[in-house]
């Protein structure tokens, strides 16, 4: 089994930053691509942006492309998530997810793709 748990989450103003992370335990050796979700209140859960093993290859929702970074240390188990210029619809819990198995180069966008998920972190941004 793998455990995840986030951490970073809070209350920020608009235009801020905040740093997830997100670390890994467990059987962590079966662990490849890395990803993180969302999901605010009376939505549906979406995806945020993606990592390969290796850290060579990431993918973003439109949404965050150019504001959010992703990115990993495989030597600590963990991934982070680097979020800039913070808007208030960016506010809801984020998910982090992990995938096992598969090509090492590939990065999942969609729930079913992803075989691990942490608890959850609240981010909240005020206007």
């Known amino acids: 089994q793998v455990q995840l748990v986030e951490s970073g989450g809070g209350l920020v103003q608009a235009g801020g930053s905040l740093r997830l992370s997100c670390a890994a335990s467990?059987?962590?050796?079966?662990?490849?691509?890395r990803g993180w979700f969302r999901q605010a209140p009376g939505k549906e859960r979406e995806f945020v942006a993606a990592i390969d093993w290796s850290g060579g290859s990431t993918y973003y929702a439109d949404s965050v492309k150019g504001r959010f970074t992703i990115s990993r240390d495989n030597a600590k188990n963990t991934v982070y998530l680097q979020m800039n210029s913070l808007k208030p619809e960016d506010t809801a819990v984020y998910y982090c997810?992990?995938?096992?198995?598969?090509?090492?180069?590939?990065?999942?966008?969609?729930?079913?793709?992803?075989?691990?998920w942490g608890q959850g972190t609240q981010v909240t941004v005020s206007s």
């Open positions: 467990g059987r962590t050796f079966s662990i490849y691509a």
């Open positions: 997810a992990a995938a096992r198995g598969g090509s090492y180069y590939r990065t999942p966008r969609t729930d079913p793709e992803y075989d691990c």
